[in-house]
């Protein structure tokens, strides 16, 4: 495959990004399950371009108007009326009628089984290059809600199922998650609304308020109360489906709602008033805002007092939606970065020809890689438990390793995001900075993605409720392992050295962790995860590339080099002085996606051999 010329675009759209992509692309045939990729690859080769060529200008648009909120009719009584742009209703129909959500749960036409949940991940990162974290938000939640009544409905809620996993807009419902309170936030214990059953009209009613509601007037919304008696904490909350419309009335789909005259009537309405949206400095074309319960019908989802349990669940998919946003984000930042450096000229070139821009646009690559690879894999361990789930069997190991790789995936990408989303918009300069361009979107799209479904403190210490209560270290110590065994390759022997000698490190640092008092591991709970990114992707990334190279390119072992070298090597001088000009002498390959023969990467590791000889990486490299 012929390396990219970005020089013959001018500027990230109007493209395939499917096409651009070939990371992706690279990532979903690897985790899909047998043949899947194979059918569904015209499926995503027609929405990549949908994205392109219609999303991203959609997702402009809305961005400057967004929805606005009419709490009252003008006779004052409540409505709760959202009033969306037509860009935005466009997108949603373009997604949800390619099967964004629908894939994962329904058998697709001329297919007789779902496609895995790796496909869902794929369409929404091809989603977020355009939409970023605006509609990806009711796409995710509207799975997570799906997902919830898959596991825990007993089958009373189906009519919801069936609206929110429908692959027409007409019949679809969006789903929502109603957790924050302002008192509680992290801490959902703290929960204060409250749910009683009332027996005459056979429902139950929630009183209380949610302080952060995105996708205020969803259908499919998801609640946590507590009911009478319940114990305080964690362990007294139950779920609840709190329909925007009347439950008597049955689902409120987007084709009955339009069957009103306006806006659905108070009387076709819920019982709840949603007080106001939110001005917030990114993700403007979702409706977030706070929602008062007072005496609001709602459904009872699964058991009793198992609404936290279920909502983990949900934040499993939820958390994993969010890193797949943050490397579409990082994918776009990337686009646009390549583009520009490919077109704009400074003192008679190219500024993609500088070698600083250079170095910064293949390490920009190289954690576009790591991050996206990383994600992947999680994505993959979550899909093949869910299958297994589908199927009645069990697949412990695998929920083991999703428990830990998954709140890692959502801290590390996340960042990630943020920082290439603001070095895009410096690349670009000023134009960067102003709203004509898309990068300061991104930005403040990014912004988000380390709050939505966890804080970076929060991670961190499910992180280690994975190794302490779900033993998680013993299956990644094994797979860390096999990754590094696979590895055989002369060009990937010292970076492979250098990953083993901080992997044993690492199962040192938890170890030692273990047999610390509870307030120092939480101390040191961050530095954890992150170093479990590093070393994981770093072995992941060295076993692709031995793949590769079995194939007859060596692209992927430059850019597993690279992040080892970034993220895992020390260095004297801190590299200044070691004669190393990999980005210069590798910059087609890890930008532009040019293929490397197994010869040259030979010759290149040769030479940086004898570079390691000449500076002695402090021993890191045993020569």
Known sequence: ?????????????????????????????????????????????????????????????????????????????????????????????LAYEAGVVADAFEAPPEREEPLSHTHYFGMLYLLSYAETSGFVCPAAMTAGAAHVLELFDDGDLDPYYEALTSRDHDSLIEG??????????????????????????????????????????????????????APAGT????????????????????????????????????????????????????????????????????????GFKQMAEMLNLERLSNATGACGIIGRALLESKIHAANREAFGQPIGEFPLMKADLVDMAVD???ATAFTFEA?????????????GETAETTN?????????????????????????????????YVEEYVTERLLRDAQVLPIWEGTENVLSLDVLRALDREAAHEPFAVVVQDHLDSVEHPSLADAAETVESEYHD???????????????????????????????????L????????DEGNGRLALVARRFVANELESRDARGITDGERFAVEQFDAIVRFAPVSPDELAESGNQLLQTCCRVNRLGLLRL
């Open 400 to 432: 083991r390793m999703m428990r830990l790789l998954t709140p890692v995936a959502k801290l590390r990408t996340a960042r990630m995001a943020i920082d290439t989303a603001s070095y895009a918009m410096e690349i670009r300069g000023g134009d960067g």
């Open 176 to 229: 929502a998650m109603f957790l924050t309170e302002k008192q509680g936030g992290s801490d959902v214990g703290a929960n204060e609304t409250v749910a009683e059953y009332d027996e005459e009209s056979d429902c139950w009613r929630l009183t209380g308020e949610k302080w952060f509601c995105s996708n205020i007037d969803a259908e499919g919304t998801l609640a946590l109360a507590r009911t009478p008696d």
């Open 368 to 370: 576009h890689e790591a």
């Open 1 to 93: 495959m012929d390396a990219i010329d970005y020089a013959w675009y001018d500027q990230g759209r109007y493209c395939n990004y499917w096409e651009l992509d070939r990371t992706l692309r690279r990532e979903l045939e690897r985790v899909s399950p047998e043949g899947e990729f194979e059918w569904a690859e015209p499926r995503l080769q027609e929405f990549g371009g949908v994205v392109g060529e219609t999303v991203a200008d959609n997702a402009d648009h809305a961005d400057k108007h967004g929805p606005t909120l009419h709490t009252y009719d003008r006779e004052g009584n409540v409505q709760n009326y959202v009033e969306y742009p037509a860009t935005l209703e466009e997108t949603e129909r």
């Open 379 to 391: 994505a993959r361990y979550f899909s093949e438990r869910e299958q297994a789930r589908r199927d």
């Open 506 to 540: 690492l199962l040192g640092a938890m170890a030692d962790l273990a047999g610390r008092d509870e307030e120092y591991a939480q101390l040191k709970a961050k530095r954890l995860a992150h170093y479990i990114f590093d070393v994981f992707a770093g072995a992941l």
């Open 235 to 306: 362990d007294g909350l139950s779920m609840f489906l709190v329909p925007h419309g009347d439950p008597d009335g049955g689902v409120l789909t987007n084709r009955k709602r339009n069957e009103f005259d306006g806006n659905p009537p108070p009387e076709a309405l819920n019982d709840q008033r949603y007080r106001r949206l939110k001005d917030k400095l990114g993700t403007t074309n979702v409706p977030t805002g706070e929602v008062e319960f007072d005496g609001t019908k709602a459904h009872l989802v699964g058991q009793q007092e198992q």
């Open 542 to 549: 060295l076993a692709q590339a031995q793949r590769e190279l």
